[in-house]
């Protein structure tokens, strides 16, 4: 993957997306389809030509890009809820990419939620399901857990919990896109201007 601030822009989006939807389904309990296509795609797709291919065409992407702009832009009204998730993702893809052992398991577990997309939609619940139990089976059981805070109502319910579950795991398949298209954490100290100029310029093109 090339390590371009482009890339690392679109990274970031996929990630701030995962992270604004978690926060959604903790909050209020429901979730855009659409968006949460896209980071479900993105899960399943293991070869791609391009990083925009990851995620199904950037589109998809344009909510991430706006939460994105949002967070270096410094907007007030950002969740840090959403800005603790996104560094606790962060850093258990750090950790994943220690562990082959573990990388290997999730392969496995997403090949077997990739032959159920083959005969259900996207966003069905024996999809996400495998989703969910791949990332609970396995990044869940790393310390710190990534701890969801939110209407306790809606963080109880089965379904919903399993949705946030799939989200995490696609939170961390884009900060390993991040990672290999050259992100760090000195990039998001030091580089802020040019990975908000970065995600100007693809709003944009979308």
Known sequence: MQKTVRNQAIALAGLSQATDLVRQIAVNGSVDANSMETLITSTLKIDADSIEDVYGGLSGLRPGLRVLRSQLSGN??????QGRYAASLIYLESKLEEN??????????????????????????????????????????IRPHVMVQ???????????????????????????????SGGSRWKLLLGRKQLLAATEQLLKTI
């Open 150 to 180: 939110g209407n306790q109502a809606h963080l109880t319910s089965a379904v919903n919990i399993n949705k946030i579950r799939a989200l995490l795991l696609a939170g961390v398949r884009s900060a390993m896109l991040w990672r290999q």
């Open 100 to 141: 082959p052992a573990l990388q290997k398991k999730i392969q496995s577990g997403i090949q077997a939620a990739i032959t159920e997309a083959r005969e259900h939609p996207l966003l069905h619940q024996d999809v996400i399901a495998k989703l969910a139990n791949t990332y609970e089976s396995t990044l869940s059981k």
């Open 76 to 81: 007030k009204d950002f969740d840090r809820n």
